[in-house]
């Protein structure tokens, strides 16, 4: 029977009781195995590389490296039709989860003990090492060794996903994303700001490559879950996991698939553009230094996403998710204005690096600011999605909404270096803010009356 998932709400039920239970636990240690190879790929490896001084344009082109998350909906259908060898007798969804963790530390592992040396990737074009310097060639290695990481953890985030969506109620598909979102900052604070911390007392290599041991969590939380037991709904085959995804899709859709292609795309468009730079704008911009950005923007600022994530999920359950996007849609757009308040104030600039830093309670009203309303958008935006996921396709599904998420977090987090050098911080800044626009203005064109319904 079909059912409203974008509507349906609970009235009665208290914010406790949404939270615990046994699913949110292990959704809460499926966040953290994500998050931490995310924010290798990403925080870690801005942070690394602006130590050892590669060119702001160079760090944005990083970004490009997560291209895998926007792609992952190429191999989603084997993880819908396949059930693996071994491993599959967990079940196709923990078995999955077992082999891309796996893969995911081994990875980790290797993009550690190599590590960025200094010398500017951008600086030559060819790939041959008998051309072209040592060290071009190794940092060249490292940005390889990136998009690895980057697919065995896109690989993770399609099992996940489709696990944690076949895994809930209507009801906690808001309570289920922010809980999820709360592990994932858990990694970003734990490990992605104990590297920044670490790094300078020991080493790069050696604090991120401790840091990668952080998966064994996510191997743990997998063989204590409970494989997802949908009834009435037949796992599909590897054939039909290719084609019927679309076709559902389609079918509910029509020509307003356009819409919800392009609200997918464009929703969070503000914070994809100022990610990739906020980590450059503050260290070499604001000359804030790596401990303060450790333990501020990773530490304070967890505990703010927490705050808000935890909202938004409360929220969600509510008053409905549609209601919940357009509050949340104005204040991400309004919430870049602490950094552009902060770039204004104390003049950041690409071109020099002041010699000293801003106090340290300017940055922290930003991030606060900022993470608050990160949790919340994240919370509703990503009980939108599943929301609309039929449950015998939800890796695939998922993966394509996803993907075209990742393309525009992708093609505008590499684009952002260039534009920051090119406008400089402040107007670069209010252009993010601005992008929000096109997002907040296409809820109305996926309201519920046109939505799919997921069967249930």
């Known amino acids: 029977m079909a059912t409203d998932r974008l509507e349906e709400r609970s009235r009665f039920q208290s914010f406790t009781d949404l939270y615990r239970s046994r699913t949110m636990l292990v959704l809460l240690f499926l966040g953290i195995a994500g998050g931490l190879p995310n924010v290798m790929v990403t925080s870690v490896a801005q942070a690394w590389t602006s130590s050892v001084g590669w060119s702001v344009t160079a760090i944005g082109a990083l970004t490009f490296c997560t291209l895998p998350y926007a792609l992952k909906f190429l191999w989603a259908p084997i993880v819908d039709g396949v059930s693996l060898p071994i491993l599959g007798r967990l079940g196709r969804r923990r078995g999955w989860l077992i082999l891309s963790q796996i893969l995911s530390l081994a990875a980790l592992i290797a993009l550690s003990l190599w590590g960025p040396v200094a010398t500017d990737p951008l600086g030559a074009v060819v790939w041959s090492p008998s051309e072209i310097d ?3 060639f190794h940092n060249r290695i490292f940005f390889v060794l990136l998009c690895v990481t980057a697919f065995f953890s896109a690989t993770q985030d399609i099992v996940a996903d489709a696990f944690r969506a076949d895994s809930l109620s209507s009801t906690e598909l808001g309570a289920g994303a922010s809980t999820f979102v709360t592990g994932y900052r858990i990694a970003f604070m734990v490990f992605g700001a104990g590297v920044l911390l670490a790094a300078d007392a020991i ?29 009435g709904v037949v796992r599909p085959g590897l054939a039909d996991s290719v084609v019927q995804p679309i076709a559902i899709f389609w079918n509910v859709w029509r020509w307003r698939i356009i819409a919800l292609a392009l609200f997918v795309l464009l929703f969070k468009l503000p914070d994809q553009l100022t990610n990739s730079i906020t980590t450059p704008l503050l260290m070499k911009g604001l000359a804030y230094s790596a401990e303060s950005i450790g333990w501020v923007r990773q530490s304070f600022g967890f505990a703010m996403t927490i705050v808000g994530a935890g909202a938004g999920g409360w929220m969600v359950a509510r008053i409905g998710v549609i209601r919940c996007l357009w509050i949340f849609g104005f204040a991400h757009s309004i919430s870049i204005s602490g950094f552009l308040i902060l770039a204004l104030a104390f003049g950041a600039t690409v071109h020099a690096t002041p010699t000293t830093a801003p106090p340290i309670w300017a940055l922290m009203s930003a991030i606060a600011v900022e993470n608050i309303v990160i949790g919340m958008v994240t919370s509703g935006f990503v ?20 993907a075209i998420m990742a393309a525009g977090s992708s093609v505008a987090g590499g684009m952002s270096g260039a534009l920051a050098e090119r406008f400089d911080y402040p107007l670069f800044l209010v252009i993010a803010m601005l992008s929000g626009i096109p997002g907040i203005l296409l809820i109305s064109f996926v309201r519920p009356s046109a939505q799919a319904q997921r069967v249930s």
């Open 383 to 402: 009980a939108f999605l599943m929301a609309i996921c039929d449950h015998r396709y939800t890796a695939t599904q998922y993966a394509l909404l996803t």
């Open 134 to 136: 040592a060290a071009l």
């Open 203 to 231: 080493s790069w290599r050696i604090a991120s490559t401790a840091a990668s041991i952080g998966m064994l969590l996510g191997l743990a939380a997998t063989l204590v879950a409970r494989e997802p037991q949908l009834v």
